[in-house]
Nanobody, 126 residues
Framework: QMLLQESGPGLVKPSQTLVLTCTVSDISIATEYYFWSWIRQPPGKGLEWMGAIDYSGKTYYSPSLKSRTSISRDTSENRFTLQLSSVTPEDTAVYYC??????????????????RGQGTQVTVSS
């Protein structure tokens, strides 16, 4: 059974860079033609697609976050990583990684992704 597991700090200070990793088991992240996304949900708000990296390593970003977001991968470790720079309290959210067979629409709900992790809470606070 394929699993996605998010890992990273639960607390980040304002202005720092948040780094989260999604480790994938049972399928290579280089398998055609999958897309591997980062999604978040701030408290009391809707789901926000942040960006994705595809099977070839090409990256895609939400226009609203593109200037602060970087997604990379390590195929030898079968994981992909999110870096979000200059965080503010507005970046407090539950962060998810997920897989889809196509590039997600920004308004997708969580259940529209084939597989996702359980999510990890990130709080930005001094």
């Amino acid at each position: 059974q394929m699993l996605l597991q998010e890992s990273g700090p639960g607390l980040v200070k304002p202005s720092q860079t948040l780094v989260l990793t999604c480790t994938v088991s049972d399928i290579s992240i280089a398998t055609e033609y999958y897309f591997w996304s980062w999604i978040r949900q701030p408290p009391g708000k809707g789901l926000e697609w942040m960006g994705a990296i595809d099977y070839s390593g090409k990256t895609y970003y939400s226009p609203s976050l593109k200037s602060r977001t970087s997604i990379s991968r390590d195929t030898s470790e079968n994981r992909f990583t999110l870096q979000l720079s200059s965080v503010t309290p507005e970046d407090t959210a539950v962060y998810y990684c997920a897989r889809s067979p196509s590039l997600p629409n920004e308004d997708w709900a969580l259940n529209e992704y084939e597989v996702r992790g359980q999510g990890t809470q990130v709080t930005v606070s001094s």
